[in-house]
């Protein structure tokens, strides 16, 4: 098991709920800055990461810290006054590579003011970024991968900083998945996960899932990223609805049945309102939508409350028992109110 580190107002590793974490995409000073954010953490982003380019980044994590509660990350390269002033300005955590930071002088005054202010930090590499020393050594590959990111956590653990998150991204899934395996045999810090330039929202959707639920079932990984060309809302939906799958977090998980000649109601679309509606549940019960009544309180017997397709209308169901048989044109209304029953 990892240890605890803590990030602001939260705790990862040591059995804490992994926290869903994602990037703005508005420069950090600006006002679309701070309303992305607000809009970020209402849709369940747990640590939000900002790119600090230059000192007004860095001052604006004050503002930042109004209009939110989640704790916030800096991500500094190239000049390490940038960290020391994002940290000054109140930033949870900073993202640095010691490597490119301006050399050990540098690094030493940044780890000074993280151990000062209680900031973690967060060092890591990816395929791009891999130690020279090591790519001679055994290749691109998973070894040369873990030990580029171990190297910089020795030399943050030279100058006295013991709070430190570590990632090992890769654009290929496998080699993701054998990264992670391998320092997670190595270490005992929490580790962040994703897959690195995963692609559009359908492929990077389909490469996160792949590479992060087969390591999360084995229990690595305390932080997660799905990173998509996409808006960063996406993200933070498509990392819920993965930890939902896993049965690692406290948010609602829909079933929905596939269809076939038997459905006829619009169950598709039925599904996706009722996925939008759990959207903000943080209870976690097992909601499912079904076609028709041969797949629907049998096969979704295990569900909360359920809906199946019936002749002229729809049944609610929970637990497999017939609740109702409603109209379709009050379904919306029956099916919404029994979910609200279920999470109070």
Not at 99 to 113: F, L, S, T
Not at 122 to 142: C, M
Not at 183 to 198: M, N, Q, R, S, W
Not at 213 to 223: E, Y
Request: charged share 25%; proline share 3%; with cysteine.
């Amino acid at each position: 098991m990892s240890k605890k580190v803590s990030i602001g107002n939260l705790t990862i590793g040591g059995g804490e709920k992994v926290a869903v974490q994602s990037m703005a995409t508005f420069k950090t000073c600006t006002e679309e800055a701070v309303r992305q954010a607000a809009e970020l953490e209402n849709a369940g982003c747990d640590i939000l990461r900002f790119s600090v380019l230059d000192e007004k980044d860095a001052a604006a994590f004050r503002e930042l810290k109004k209009a939110v509660r989640m704790p916030l990350v800096a991500d500094i390269h190239f000049d390490h006054r940038l960290a020391i002033k994002a940290i000054d300005g109140g930033a949870d955590k900073i993202r640095i590579n010691p490597g490119n930071i301006g050399g050990e002088q540098c690094v030493k005054a940044v780890a000074e003011a993280a151990k000062y202010n209680g900031v973690p930090i967060r060092v890591g590499s990816n395929t791009g970024s891999i130690d020279k020393e090591f790519l001679t050594r055994y290749g691109k590959n998973e070894i040369s991968l873990a030990e580029s990111a171990l190297k910089q956590v020795a030399i943050l653990e030279k100058y006295g900083v013991n709070d430190i998150v570590i990632s090992v991204k890769a654009s290929s899934v496998p080699l993701t998945v054998k990264a992670y395996e391998y320092i997670a045999k190595k270490t005992d810090y929490p580790l962040h996960l994703g897959v690195t330039e995963a692609g559009t929202e359908y492929g990077g959707v389909i490469k996160n899932s792949a590479a992060l639920g087969a390591l999360l079932l084995k229990g690595i990984g305390d932080t997660i990223r799905i990173s998509l060309s996409a808006p960063p809302i996406r993200e933070v939906t498509a990392a819920k609805t993965l930890l939902a799958a896993l049965e690692l977090t406290t948010t609602a998980n829909l079933v929905a049945c596939p269809t076939c000649g038997r459905c006829e109601w619009d169950c598709m679309d039925f599904a996706a309102k009722t996925e939008k509606y759990l959207s903000t549940v943080s209870k976690p019960i097992k909601v499912a939508v079904m076609g028709c009544v041969v797949n629907g309180p049998g096969e979704a017997a295990d569900a909360d409350v359920g809906v199946a397709g019936a002749k002229g209308g729809c049944v609610i169901f929970s637990h497999g028992k017939i609740l109702k048989t409603v109209k379709r044109e009050d379904l919306e209304r029956e099916f919404f109110a029994e979910i609200d029953k279920c999470t109070r």
